[in-house]
């Protein structure tokens, strides 16, 4: 079983990088980008949650304004709308869900990190070879995605990667950094971004404001709950607890769900690492103990206890106090982040079932109880 918060997975590496990257190496990486260009023109249109980009009515067109995700100040990418950017190539299965979400799936060209493609219509693509391997591991392969004659390729903002070859290649670099917003809803929103550049711009509006209003309807029921279980959530690694912070996105939806996160003191939107003795000092007083993890099978309370067997943290908990979300079986890294509201309405069933009511489960589940007529 691989933990998610020690996952080497696309989305956690993104967050990792972050840590250990300052804003004036993306600057410098970036900064050549937005030369002679605007940053503002017309009307804001104004975002309900995200932060990482802007748009601007100026009648005729609509710009786009993306920031660097650590330093709001500092503008990564401007662009006018016109005509759709067709051919695009990604080096982020992040981006899949809002191109399905958009119909524009087929204007993929180009895919890296193919090997976690969850998406079945773009495994197909790539097999025939419509859609081309663009990466081999993390190194993007600038022949292939050359070949592959892409308008844009959609890139993270991180690290030190030099896309000038690219621009020069007459390739348009898009730094997309849906990774960083603290709001499940913020990243959800990033839809707009991508309808703009794909001519989808209503549709976008449309799919985004569905799930807007569905969240907030949760969210409004759930903040009526007067009783707010505490949850402890996260996992020991080489003699620390590894758990998202007080800021982090999971950290919203516990709180948007009524309940108290254990760690919702800790400043910040990275993994916090904390020594044991204040892990044990934590857990006490919590209620739910919650968990996303990678497992293969049916996920037990000896699996949960896998890499912590000898300091039975859970023995406290109750089977039905215990929940997970398990990415083996449920698509939480693509088709999650364009479906915060269900991720919202599974926690408040788990904390609020009275106010929620029954309902399929879509990413968190809480651990079933052993039937002692199966064992041995």
Not at 36 to 63: K, V
Not at 236 to 252: D, F, H, I, R, V
Request: net charge negative.
């Amino acid at each position: 079983m691989v933990h998610f918060w020690h996952r080497v997975y696309l989305s956690t590496m993104m967050i990792f990088w972050r840590l250990v990257l300052s804003a004036l190496l993306i600057s410098s990486v970036w900064g050549c980008s937005i030369s002679g260009r605007m940053d503002s023109c017309g009307e804001l249109i104004p975002n309900s949650f995200a932060r990482g980009f802007a748009l601007y009515d100026c009648g005729a067109d609509t710009l786009l304004v993306l920031y660097n995700p650590d330093n709001r100040q500092d503008t990564l990418f401007t662009w006018r709308s016109g005509k759709p950017l067709e051919r695009l190539a990604s080096i982020s299965t992040t981006h899949v869900p809002y191109l399905r979400a958009l119909n524009r799936m087929h204007w993929l060209v180009g895919m890296g990190a193919d090997a976690y493609v969850r998406d079945d219509s773009l495994k197909a693509m790539l097999k025939s070879g419509s859609v081309k391997r663009i990466s081999v591991g993390n190194e993007l392969n600038f022949e292939v995605t050359i070949a592959s004659n892409p308008d844009a390729l959609l890139v993270y903002p991180y690290g030190n990667t030099s896309y000038d070859a690219y621009r020069e290649a007459g390739i348009l670099v898009v730094p997309i950094s849906e990774y960083a917003e603290q709001h499940p809803l913020g990243r959800a929103e990033w839809l707009k971004v991508f309808g703009l550049l794909t001519g989808s711009w209503e549709l976008a509006l449309e799919h985004y404001d569905e799930m807007e209003a569905e969240y907030l309807l949760f969210r409004d029921a759930l903040a009526e709950e007067a009783e707010r279980p505490t949850v402890f959530a996260g996992s020991y690694y080489k003699g620390q607890w590894a758990a998202p912070s007080g800021e982090s996105l999971m950290a919203q939806l516990l709180a948007d769900a009524g309940a108290e996160y254990a760690f919702a003191s800790h400043q910040g939107s990275e993994n916090i690492s904390l020594d044991f003795e204040k892990v044990l000092a934590s857990i006490g007083g919590a209620d739910f103990f919650g968990k996303v993890l990678h497992h293969k099978g049916a996920v037990t309370r000896d699996a949960l206890m896998e890499e912590q067997e000898r300091f039975q943290l859970l023995s406290r908990f109750e089977d039905g106090r215990i929940f997970y979300c398990n990415t083996a079986e449920r698509d939480y890294f693509e088709r999650g982040v364009l479906e915060p509201h269900l991720m919202l309405r599974d926690l408040g069933m788990i904390f609020h079932p009275e106010r929620i009511g029954p309902h399929p489960v879509h990413y968190f589940e809480t651990l079933q109880p052993v039937d002692s007529s199966d064992e041995p």
